[in-house]
């Protein structure tokens, strides 16, 4: 069966694979480019790649869907070809079109390099193919002892037909690919070799060991230049050489590691120049200077791209001038956002519908763009990152729990906030205004935080039931539904965040009544509590997993894991009927257009209830 069988027979027969949205690179190495005066990058999105334009970090091609993740990248510019290895093989693309696709190897690829006409590929059986790109056909294999297990390979600058190769071991060797033999090895330092750069300076190398140290050597004399130790005592796993014209009076040399931070060293003063600290949330896969430019192109297993440039005026310190980011977690809720009210629509903003929200175990909330992905962006929770360095803890430390449900309303965008999002173990729920991209100023909790009360007391137990677990908007974008951990479903001003009863009523007192504004004459007898409507029989038996209003804000629908959906009437908070579903309620949506319900269950069906 061939790649192009084994694709259709995974493929649905129903929905077809369009593009992977919110993805930005995994854990393989990037490549990095320059056509004309635009530099370009292609990264590994598991079973497919793009291409971003360097500049603004912009994706320009996307290709179709692989059958297996990609191991490894190559790229030839002058062709337009891109290589990209699954397994044991390389498949060949012209921009995105497939084009051929290379057979031979007997263990997977994990790396490839081009050099001119000729493509090299690494495979964990200890061998190296070597490979015509004008006929696409195999030229010859290197194949290496038992006692040289290699890692990396560079082709050294102005050295004719010869590629160094790194070893597990920690030995390295110069071949000589016409000849096809090994024309002089280097002992090493009895660390296994993780990455090799080409330095601006002819014969001259770095070598990333897997114990943290950076060596600077001179391939011709065979001796070390420099070295450096990174303090983390995790290996290094790329680095880069700076070479535009700051690189006269501050060379540079960056180091990568799987500790996430990214080391600044200067080749003049021998010494650590900076650190950037915590600047992907993972290993650092690859690390590329810009050619000429002093830009610091970085991609980690953080799922992110980021720009980072050097303009302080000592040279050696960086600061994040553009990203690229998607989520460091699995998403776990994602929603449509725009294009649901007939306020979005009168405007003509069609595009509103593009845009997707989406909440993800790394405690994230991001607006995905379908259309246009410099649209994408995560949506602001406060100055974290400045919270973060003075504190010296990560970024996902300060920010909220990871979001368990949201709600969004965009009839009142322009006014305040209008998008509500519950998070685990938090008894508060936030709003957001998705118009700036930011959380709101206000929280909607039933109690004021700053009352302490002892813990364990009964006024403690209170409180911790109206954990918010689930949310919803009005249709007209007024107020807020929040159910409970407790089975109560409290109402809130989204404008003003103010509490405006609950369903059923009796999980809220009742507003005081001030004397000096009723009118003379009235009845304040009938205008007092009654004790009649204080029960709280109604409310749900555990835990309300979900919400909803109709298009009129007539009937508020709770669904709970009791397994009973309750109809209330919104205005005067009465329980007009419930269904006893039979099996805990997780998930219910409400098509408002046609008043369908739908509920999936925890015995694994879906219900639909007009």
């Given at each position: 069966m061939t790649s192009d069988q084994l694709t259709r027979t995974q493929n649905s027969r129903v929905l077809q694979a369009f593009r992977a949205i919110g993805v930005i690179a995994d854990d393989v190495p990037i490549v990095w480019y320059g056509m004309g005066k635009a530099s370009f990058a292609t990264a590994s999105l598991g079973k497919s790649f793009a291409v971003y334009k360097c500049d603004k970090l912009t994706p320009v091609l996307v290709s179709p869907q692989l059958p297996k993740r990609i191991a490894a990248l190559a790229v030839q510019p002058k062709k337009h070809l891109t290589f990209t290895a699954c397994g044991r093989q390389i498949i060949v693309w012209k921009r995105v079109q497939r084009v051929k696709t290379l057979l031979g190897h007997k263990g997977s690829i994990k790396q490839m390099m081009t050099v001119g006409n000729i493509l090299f590929s690494?495979?964990?059986?200890?061998?190296?193919?070597?490979?015509?790109?004008?006929?696409?056909?195999?030229?010859?294999?290197?194949?290496f002892p038992t006692d040289f297990t290699p890692t990396v390979m560079l082709h050294p600058v102005t050295y004719l037909n010869k590629i160094l190769v790194g070893s597990e071991q920690g030995a390295l060797q110069l071949w000589n690919i016409r000849k096809m033999k090994c024309i002089y090895e280097f002992k090493g330092w009895g660390s296994a070799v993780t990455a090799l750069e080409q330095s601006p300076a002819v014969d001259?190398?770095?070598?990333?060991?897997?114990?943290?140290?950076?060596?600077?050597?001179?391939?011709?004399?065979?001796?070390?230049v420099l070295d450096f130790r990174q303090e983390q005592q995790s290996?290094?796993?790329?680095?880069?050489?700076?070479?535009?014209?700051?690189?006269?009076?501050t060379p540079l040399v960056v180091s990568g590691s799987r500790s996430g931070d990214i080391a600044v060293w200067n080749l003049q003063t021998k010494r650590l120049e900076s650190v950037i600290t915590a600047a992907h949330d993972g290993a650092v896969v690859s690390l590329q200077f810009l050619a000429n430019e002093p830009l610091l192109l970085s991609s980690g297993t953080d799922n992110s791209i980021k720009l980072w440039i050097f303009d302080h005026l000592n040279g050696g310190t960086a600061r994040?001038?553009?990203?690229?980011?998607?989520?460091?977690?699995?998403?776990?809720?994602?929603?449509?956002y725009g294009n649901n009210a007939l306020?979005?629509?009168?405007?003509?903003?069609?595009?509103?519908?593009?845009?997707?929200?989406?909440?993800?175990?790394?405690?994230?909330?991001?607006?995905?763009?379908?259309a246009r992905e410099q649209q994408s962006r995560e949506m602001s929770q406060g100055p974290v990152l400045k919270k973060a360095r003075s504190l010296n803890v990560r970024i996902e430390d300060l920010k909220l729990p990871p979001i368990v449900q949201f709600a969004s309303m965009e009839t009142r965008a322009r006014d305040w906030a209008n998008v509500i999002t519950c998070h685990e173990n938090e008894i508060a729920a936030y709003v957001w205004r998705f118009e700036h991209r930011a959380i709101g100023k206000k929280v909607l909790r039933q109690f004021d935080q700053s009352n302490r009360v002892?813990?364990?007391?009964?006024?403690?137990?209170?409180?911790?039931?109206?954990?918010?677990?689930?949310?919803?908007?009005?249709?007209c974008g007024n107020y807020a539904l929040v159910g409970s951990l407790g089975g109560f479903i409290y109402r809130y001003n989204m404008q003003s965040g103010e509490k405006r009863g609950s369903f059923p009523v009796a999980a809220t007192p009742k507003a005081k009544i001030i004397r000096s504004l009723v009118l003379p004459g009235t009845d304040l007898s009938a205008l007092q509590d009654d004790e009649s409507d204080k029960t709280a029989a109604d409310a749900h038996n555990g835990p309300v997993s979900a919400v909803a209003v109709d298009a009129l804000n007539e009937t508020l629908v709770s669904a709970g894991i009791d397994g009973k959906l309750k109809f209330w009437g919104f205005k005067k908070h009465e329980l007009r009927y419930e269904i006893n579903v039979g099996s805990p309620i997780s998930q219910m949506e409400l098509h408002r257009d046609s008043n369908l319900l739908c509920v999936a269950c925890d015995d694994q069906v879906l219900r639909l209830y007009d």
């Open positions: 690494l495979d964990d059986e200890r061998d190296i193919k070597i490979w015509d790109l004008d006929t696409m056909e195999l030229v010859d294999t290197m194949s001259v190398v770095s070598i990333g060991l897997a114990d943290g140290r950076l060596m600077v050597h001179h391939l011709q004399l065979d001796k070390r290996g290094i796993t790329t680095m880069s050489f700076r070479t535009d014209a700051g690189a006269s009076t994040l001038m553009k990203s690229r980011e998607g989520h460091r977690a699995p998403p776990t809720r994602i929603r449509y306020a979005t629509m009168a405007d003509g903003a069609d595009g509103t519908c593009c845009q997707i929200l989406s909440a993800g175990q790394d405690r994230a909330f991001r607006v995905f763009h379908t002892p813990s364990g007391s009964a006024e403690d137990l209170r409180r911790k039931k109206t954990q918010a677990t689930s949310v919803a908007i009005s249709s």
